[in-house]
């Protein structure tokens, strides 16, 4: 009883209703309007037409071109109102002029290391072009004098990331999607709270949306009074906005500069399995030791200047280099990049269809969601027809069972080109993970749907001959042994009924 009473009096809920309210009235009026004046028929014909155009001009994903086309010229009322609500991928113009003004002034702190570029180049042609595409297109460095550590789950990153907050001695940055009270946050609030009463530079950023059921409302401001830098990105408010379509999917920790960690775990207790939600919630993390933090740290604080309006006066008091007391080893080469839904440049998707491409061996992937567009479903397609070894290992149980079932209306057209799709059976696989022929990894937040390739924030770290990049293959190698091989006969026995209904659920992918 108390579940359903937090739930029906939860921000969440009291939001949805305000905005289904509005979008009801809306509604209503306009067709109370169109039966009054029948002329209004055609302007709306018009304008759905118009509209349509607008939206086949766009930069965008074609099938993302086509869901919204037939939504709109099927019910133009519905359709134009939803669009507009909530079917613009980008920000709003003030907006985005405000996000490139930050990143302009930031991004020039950043290393250009064509030196670094040159040794891929002499090593590995194509390895030279993938790094290059994120040097120029996402505009951030590759490094060499980093050290990498692989996490197969949240409950062995945990420890690391406590010891690292422990031992921070200048500032602490913090951004993340999902942050809920509970034993994870507890245990890292606690020592926020110490290092700020120290007199550490601790920010933290959070995701109003993503938090929406896991926090109180405006929680940043009890952060602000235990003297922690709190803010949170794009707040979500009762009224329809197109901002809402954004958010910061992002996961970052850094602290003094010299250590990071990204990855798929947020901080809330099913990330470290104190409760069970899904089964056993099976993710990974990365941690960067190093040069390459110095992206994550540039990273967080073009998202704090955004947020807060602001300039930082002197990134130099945040570069390693300044208190700097060894030397860092070489692991391989690393590139930490991000993905803004802004610069129309699908970087977390591109990087994805290079290492597919590039395969000779093998392809290896964690993935919680296979929604791909047509561009990716064909490349994993076309690798595996050319005898490379495409795996892909989704959840055995799903957190989302209308995207669940999409994803497996996947299965088929893969399997029969020769891909083989494992489901993880112990329960929830949250991981986002690329690997393939031992030499090239990602490891990030971005998940292979519509969401995550065009509208989020994301981000996430490339690797070559790094360490990690074998403990991403050992990790999805023993994880298949947990998991279930699907064959075509799964996807043949389904009745008739439920392929048709997971046909038509995939036409309008791309809106979810």
């Given at each position: ?19 289904l309210?509005?979008l ?8 109370g309007?169109?039966?009054?004046y029948?002329?209004?028929?055609t302007?709306?014909d ?24 037939v ?26 002029k ?15 290391h ?7 180049k ?26 990498t ?16 907050l422990?031992e ?22 606690d020592?926020?709270k ?6 550490l ?24 009074e235990?003297?922690?830098k709190?803010v ?5 408010y ?8 954004n ?11 010299k ?7 947020n ?8 409760v069970?939600?899904?089964g ?22 073009e ?22 007391t060894r ?21 977390g ?14 392809v290896?992937?964690?993935?919680p ?11 994993l ?26 994803s497996q209306?996947?299965?088929e ?5 020769g ?37 989020h ?34 996807c043949?026995k ?7 209904l ?11």
């Amino acid at each position: 009883m108390k579940k359903v009473k937090k739930f029906l009096l939860g921000r969440a809920t009291i939001v949805a209703i305000a905005i289904l309210l509005q979008l009801c009235w809306l509604l209503s009026f306009l067709y109370g309007f169109r039966m009054r004046y029948t002329f209004l028929n055609t302007i709306l014909d018009i304008g759905a037409v118009f509209v349509v155009l607008v939206i086949v001009n766009k930069r965008s994903n074609l099938s993302y071109k086509i869901a919204w086309t037939v939504v709109i010229l099927a019910v133009p009322i519905v359709g134009l109102l939803v669009y507009f609500i909530f079917g613009r991928s980008e920000l709003t113009r003030p907006t985005r002029k405000r996000m490139e003004a930050v990143n302009f002034e930031i991004e020039q702190s950043l290393p250009k290391h064509q030196d670094l570029l040159e040794e891929l180049k002499e090593q590995d042609l194509s390895v030279y072009r993938q790094s290059k595409y994120v040097s120029e297109w996402a505009g951030y460095p590759v490094y060499k004098n980093t050290e990498t550590k692989y996490y197969s789950s949240g409950e062995e990153m945990f420890p690391d990331m406590l010891k690292a907050l422990e031992e921070a001695k200048h500032f602490i940055f913090m951004e993340y999607f999902i942050v809920e009270e509970g034993y994870m946050f507890g245990k890292i609030l606690d020592i926020l709270k110490e290092k700020a009463a120290q007199g550490l530079d601790v920010r933290f950023i959070y995701d109003d949306f993503g938090c929406v059921t896991t926090l109180p409302e405006k929680y940043y401001q009890q952060m602000q009074e235990w003297g922690i830098k709190c803010v949170r990105f794009n707040p979500l408010y009762p009224i329809m906005s197109v901002v809402m379509n954004n958010r910061d999917h992002r996961k970052i920790l850094v602290a003094d500069g010299k250590v990071g960690f990204t990855g798929g775990i947020n901080l809330a207790d099913e990330y470290v399995n104190k409760v069970k939600r899904f089964g056993y919630w099976k993710d990974t993390g990365l941690r960067l030791e190093g040069e390459g933090v110095w992206s994550f740290t540039v990273m967080f604080l073009e998202m704090w200047d955004y947020i807060t309006r602001s300039r930082e006066q002197n990134l130099e008091q945040f570069r390693p280099s300044s208190y700097q007391t060894r030397t860092w080893k070489t692991d391989g080469y690393v590139q930490p990049y991000t993905d803004s839904p802004l610069d129309h440049e699908n970087v977390g998707e591109n990087i994805y269809m290079n290492i597919i491409n590039r395969a000779r061996k093998y392809v290896y992937i964690f993935t919680p969601y296979l929604i791909p567009d047509d561009e990716i479903l064909k490349a994993l397609q076309n690798t595996a027809k050319s005898g490379v070894d495409v795996r892909i290992l989704m959840p055995g149980i799903p957190d989302k069972q209308i995207v669940y079932w999409i994803s497996q209306s996947y299965y088929e057209p893969l399997l029969e080109c020769g891909v083989r799709i494992y489901q993880f059976n112990p329960g929830f696989l949250h991981a986002k993970c690329f690997v393939c022929d031992d030499e090239v990894a990602v490891v990030g937040s971005v998940n292979l749907d519509y969401r995550s390739l065009y509208l989020h924030f994301e981000c996430g770290v490339w690797m070559y001959r790094t360490r990690a990049v074998i403990q991403v293959k050992e990790d999805i190698q023993r994880t298949m042994e947990q998991s279930e091989e699907i064959n075509l006969e799964f996807c043949r026995k389904r009745p008739a009924a439920i392929r048709t209904l997971q046909g038509v659920m995939r036409l309008f992918a791309p809106l979810l």
